[in-house]
């Protein structure tokens, strides 16, 4: 038997990690896979954790943009001759260019969101929005545990920190 003491601050870190990767206003993955990594915890572990996390946030963002929609404003936004010709390129390639690109400068959580008001129900949902969102914090995620990886051991060798 496991003693309990032992895995205690550990799930605590996991947790700590996920809280972070989670709320939007600390920073997202780069800063969970930066606690990750000074902290020594799993990678494979930790990647999941923030996969799983942040696709479950999206999702709500996702759900919760998707009744947006029926706000009037929001959608008088949407049925103008400029909101029209927009909303015809992000059917297209919305999904593909905010997750995979968009996500650098804004984060996924407010693509989501805006993914879900933009979205019509003849859309298969998976093709439009989870595919490319799984794929995109998932690929995200392991380049920033890299970085983060190289970041922290360079601080450490250059400069003997923490």
């Not at 996920?18 to 990678?43: E, F, H, R």
């Not at 954790?49 to 029926?70: D, N, P, Q």
């Not at 993914?115 to 929005?129: A, H, P, T």
Request: one cysteine or more; aromatic letters at 16%.
């Amino acid at each position: 038997m496991l003693n309990k003491t032992f895995l205690k601050p550990l799930c605590y870190k996991y947790f700590i990690m996920t809280a972070i990767n989670v709320i939007p206003l600390i920073g997202g993955k780069y800063v969970s896979t930066a606690y990750a990594v000074y902290n020594k915890l799993n990678p494979y572990v930790s990647i999941i954790l923030i996969t799983v996390s942040e696709t479950l946030l999206c999702t709500f963002l996702f759900y919760a943009g998707m009744k947006l929609k029926s706000i009037k404003w929001i959608g008088k936004m949407g049925s103008s001759r400029k909101g029209k010709k927009a909303h015809k390129y992000i059917e297209k390639y919305g999904p593909v260019i905010g997750l995979f690109i968009g996500q650098m400068f804004i984060g996924a959580p407010p693509i989501s969101l805006a993914l879900g008001v933009l979205y019509e129900r003849d859309k298969n949902i998976y093709s439009y929005f989870f595919v490319p969102l799984i794929t995109s914090i998932f690929l995200y995620a392991i380049l920033n545990f890299y970085l983060n990886t190289v970041a922290i051991t360079s601080l450490k060798n250059m400069f003997g920190l923490f």
